[in-house]
């Protein structure tokens, strides 16, 4: 309860520092705090000072403004622990369920730090552990955060190029013709100074 009211009430000119070291927990205790974590305004700094395992290894993977690796850190990915009981056709329903969750859970976890190309997020799914240690880790955040780089520029140049195309549709034809014009003439100037300075090259 401290924690939540912490993030409700926590501000952007505010500092939240997650000293992180932990077994893990709950999923559904997860995900409250990454709600919570997302609504909050302040910036958050993830130190992982110690072991990051299970849940705790989501949590410190989640969106942060820093991630700071002490010396001796470890993290461990695996997939779901379930246990179900009741009849038979509601165990196969939850299992069904479940299975469904934990596939989404894992991919969109482990995005860009568990290597996708190697098959790492499908050998998660099919029950196979990951540990990694600071350097490991160190080095698998600097990748995922040159990939959320790359996709921030493109994303921002998609939508440069998605306004530019809007003011291209709202010219008339004939504000069209005077751009094509202005450009032709642009055209023309440029290749008019090409050809001085080859002509002072000679």
Known sequence: DEVIALL???????????????????????????????MCQAKQVHVLCGDASSCAS?????????????????????????????????????VEHTTKENERFVRETYKDFLDESKGEIDEVLRGVEFYFNADEIRERLGKREEIKAQQQSQAEQDMFDSIEQQALDSLSDDELQDELDGLANVVKELKKEQAKRKKGHK
Do not use: P
């Open 58 to 94: 989501a949590f410190f993977l989640s969106e942060a403004d820093e991630y700071i690796v002490s010396e001796g850190a470890t993290l461990f990915i695996h997939e779901f622990q379930v246990g179900n009981r009741g009849t038979n056709s509601n165990v196969v329903r939850r």
């Open 8 to 38: 409700a009430s926590a501000g952007e000119d505010d500092t939240i520092i997650w000293n992180i070291n932990s077994k893990g927990g709950f999923v559904d205790t997860l995900q409250m705090l990454l709600g919570w974590k997302a």
